[in-house]
């Protein structure tokens, strides 16, 4: 074998351990930035900012992945989904992976150098605490996936951060939709799970909803739907809005029909799915802004 061939194994491994190859994890996490960064530019985003945004859910996702493998490295090896995944598998070392998670971090941080103020520099230590401080919560906290849900939304105050100088009350019920919407998905995502959690002790949400589950994850879908309802009409959104929450309900009716039966490979595919859900909201703040509503300020 080469050097060049050497080089490009290692360099699929760190892909893999950043889960490049599933960008499901991304586009969860970027949604709601941008419902942020649209109402915070009122319909109009700074593209420069925009892209940094971007990039920086790409970076601050794959860092994710690599300290929440690492903090898993022990469990993912008894559990049939992820015992391949590098660092289970032997084929990547813990001091390659604090190694990437370090370059991983001094890269978002590079990106937002620019941008830098108090503020969001405060943001953004909050940030990195959220992100790899969240593995470690499956040991002790019951629902895990809120921890998630903040970690993964804390895009959202600072994009208002960026953009206004400020992080106005609209901006905290974004989270907390966001918070209810990772509380839907990831426990759907723990349903996959949920015989091998039970074996190695881990805390997750599908354990401590018990036999309620199902309804609860349809009662976060709802609190969701209903904290983005109210957003909407605290900025005076009209029906294009309206029209993408009516979207992003049908598709969380449709999950429902997937996770009923609790069958492993249907809730993960109800897990995936959630993109659309994102994507219809999204839709819906883009189409309200393009079609000259009410106006963030």
């Known amino acids: 074998m080469t050097t060049l061939d050497l080089i490009k194994q290692r360099l699929d491994l760190y892909e893999k351990l950043m889960r490049l190859d599933k960008p499901i994890g991304i586009l969860l996490l970027l949604w709601p930035t941008l419902w942020a960064v649209w109402i915070a530019g009122n319909g109009r985003p700074n593209w420069a900012i925009l892209w940094v945004f971007v990039l920086g859910t790409?970076?601050?996702r794959s860092a994710g992945c690599v300290i929440n493998d690492y903090a898993d490295r022990n469990f993912d090896p008894h559990v049939e989904r992820t015992k391949s995944r590098p660092l289970a598998a032997g084929t990547v070392t813990t001091r390659e992976a604090f190694i990437l998670f370090g370059c991983l971090v001094v890269a978002a941080?590079?990106?937002i150098l620019p941008l830098l103020t108090p503020l969001l520099g405060g943001l953004a230590v909050v940030a990195l605490f959220l992100a790899a401080s969240y593995p470690f919560t499956k040991r002790f906290f019951a629902i895990p996936q809120a921890y998630?849900?903040?970690a993964f939304g804390f895009g959202i105050p600072m994009a208002f951060a960026v953009m206004l100088g400020r992080?106005?009350?609209i901006a905290w019920w974004l989270l907390l939709a966001n918070v209810f919407w990772a509380m839907a998905y990831d426990t759907e995502?723990?349903?996959v799970d949920r015989e091998d959690d039970i074996r190695i002790g881990i805390k997750t949400s599908?354990?401590?909803f018990g036999r309620y589950d199902i309804a609860a994850i349809m009662l976060c879908y709802g609190v969701t739907l209903a904290l983005l309802g109210w957003v909407g009409w605290w900025l005076g959104f009209g029906w294009p809005y309206a029209t993408?929450?009516?979207v992003a309900a049908g598709i969380a009716g449709y999950h429902y029909t997937l996770i009923c039966e609790r069958e492993r490979m249907r809730c993960f595919k109800a897990f995936l799915h959630n993109n659309w859900f994102g994507a219809?909201?999204?839709a819906g703040i883009a189409a309200d802004y393009l079609l000259g509503h009410w106006r963030f300020s």
Do not use: Q
């Open 167 to 169: 992080i106005p009350e």
């Open 280 to 282: 219809a909201v999204f």
């Open 206 to 208: 599908a354990l401590t």
């Open 109 to 111: 941080f590079l990106l």
């Open 58 to 60: 790409v970076l601050m």
């Open 244 to 246: 993408g929450l009516l």
């Open 189 to 191: 995502y723990a349903l």
């Open 148 to 150: 998630l849900g903040v």
